[in-house]
């Protein structure tokens, strides 16, 4: 179950996040039982196959496709390692993203309107990555997860329009800790 966090309030039920967060989307899917039990360990490219049918014509609509698998924990291989790396700083990609948590968790960090939010992402949620908002992630506690990933174009050149903002945008859960 995702939890959106901005500055005043925290919001738990979908139907009372997704008109607070709108271009960005999140849900929860449904997925063969199998795909949550391998993604444990790995991602492998039939993880898309244990989706929904609905959740792929859902996909489709987003005019997105299926880009990558992934499983990210300590012993990742370096290029895993240095894409997750980008991903934690502020940036702005020009495509339209889909990521569906099978495995752990993490935090989506974003703005929008002037609004600041923190999404927290895990097993079975999915997020919907609108272009042109900053945004960057936050790996939760455990500092592992697997997702699979739809973006509107191939996942190098999606990777190469990426531009790195200076954002010094609040991050809810580290300030708060802090004080």
């Known amino acids: 179950m995702a939890i959106l966090k901005n ?3 925290l919001y738990l039920i979908e139907g009372s996040i997704n008109p607070l967060i709108k271009p960005f989307e999140v849900g929860f899917f449904s997925s063969k039982e199998e795909g949550f039990k391998i993604a444990k360990t ?3 490219p039939n993880l898309y196959d244990s989706l929904s049918k609905d959740f792929l014509n859902f996909t489709k609509s987003k005019k997105v496709f299926p880009s990558t698998s992934v499983h990210v ?3 990742s291989p370096k290029e895993v390692q240095e894409r997750i790396n980008l991903s934690k700083k502020p940036h702005i990609n020009k495509g339209r993203e889909i990521h569906c948590v099978f495995f752990g968790g993490f935090i989506l960090h974003f703005r929008i309107q002037n609004e600041e939010y923190s999404l927290i992402l895990t097993k079975g949620d999915w997020v919907f990555i609108a272009p042109e908002i900053e945004h960057w992630i936050e790996l939760a506690e455990e500092k592992s997860f697997t997702l ?8 190098q050149t999606f990777h190469e329009k990426r531009a790195f903002t200076d954002s010094n945008i609040y991050t809810f859960f580290k300030n708060e800790q802090e004080q």
């Open 7 to 9: 500055r005043s309030r």
């Open 42 to 44: 790995r991602a492998t």
């Open 73 to 75: 924990s300590k012993d």
């Open 148 to 155: 699979v990933s739809f973006h509107s174009e191939e996942i």
